[in-house]
């Protein structure tokens, strides 16, 4: 549906009465002004459209930050707690949530089924009950205070998490507008499997270093939080029954390899290792960059969520030795 069919469509709506809901797809393709004309006309169906004005601008800059933060941009908007984590992946922005596979395309809250999709991530439409996030980049073309200020809340409210090759990476935050890497507090660094298989054979190690030397020129260290997250070894490490665990060292050997490259980056403010086998090791690789005193689970300024500690199987069985998942392997040293 081209604009023109929009607007008459829309206009065709006014006849009705005042409705208590109207949710509007007006196209099967995101595009941004059908979008806009959808969430227009639903808002002029149900009375709850204002043409009146906000003098943002009039505004001091922490209360224009902190109004910010409760829309899409920020950690506080309404959208559901799956999109909190900003995915990266092939250097583009991602609609997904912690899970690889299973990406949803729908939030099921925009209709009743599924098949009347009216999330506007995906659709040309406007649903009031819709929880996906949409990160409006007009908002970015306002003005120079609002941009200004969208900036500082988009990068420093959210925490990136990508899954790509450490050189993409690079790529990726070397082509961030300018000022914006100043801001980023949170970054997570989530490895596949995939990765950790062809880890020595494609180089990580190296794109890993280089990486880190361009945060450590570029990021403000001291108020950055570096999530590491290898979970996806689990699926490496379960089925392998090798003695002591031999057959999985090299998974070990990609903990100490990222741990190392950290070591490069003094003054950094909070490191939380997240790891899907010989859990144990968690502190011991945070020790290792953060030095011995630090501990993750009080952090410097963010707190490290329990992980290994709260494993199932070791509370199950508190009076016996860590389950093999956790426990870090004898040959450690």
Known sequence: MDLDTGKAVVEGLAALPTLKECTLRLGRQPNDD????????????TNSFSESGFPYESLPEELRVRILSFTHLGSRGSY??????????RNRLVKGNLKYI???TCCSRCTETFADCCCPTTH????????????RP???LVGKTVYKDALRVLYSENCFDILQDPQETVLFLSRLPPGALKFIRRIQFRFSERQVRGWKRNGLTQQWNSLVAFIQQNLNLSNLLIVVNLQAVADICL???EDEDAGNRFVYDVYFQLANGLCSLPGLCDLHFVLGWFADLEPVLEKKVMGEAYDSMKGNKTPKVPSSATCSDCLKFSSR???RACRIPSWHH
Do not use: V
Not at 80 to 89: G, P, Q, T, V
């Open 124 to 135: 040309a439409s406007y649903s009031k009950s819709c929880e996906c996030r949409l990160i």
């Open 80 to 89: 559901h707690d799956r999109y909190k984590l900003l995915r990266i992946e």
């Open 34 to 45: 059908l979008r806009a004309l959808a969430q227009r006309g639903s808002k002029s169906m």
């Open 138 to 140: 007009e908002l970015f």
């Open 102 to 104: 299973h990406r949803p």
């Open 321 to 323: 030795a860590r389950c």
């Open 239 to 241: 089925w392998n029954d």
